[in-house]
């Protein structure tokens, strides 16, 4: 998880991105693509997993 500023664009992640992408990881911009609401995030990030 980089520190940018910018929060990942999936609901529910508190993760910061890297670069120019919009999503943290791969399960947040799959989640995203399927439209997915999730309670909590599941990307794996420390601070996200429960």
Known sequence: MADEGKRCGHDGCLCATTGDSEYCSPYCED???????????????????A
């Open 31 to 49: 989640a995203a693509d399927q439209d997915l609401t999730e309670i909590r995030c599941d990307c794996g990030h420390p601070g996200c997993s």
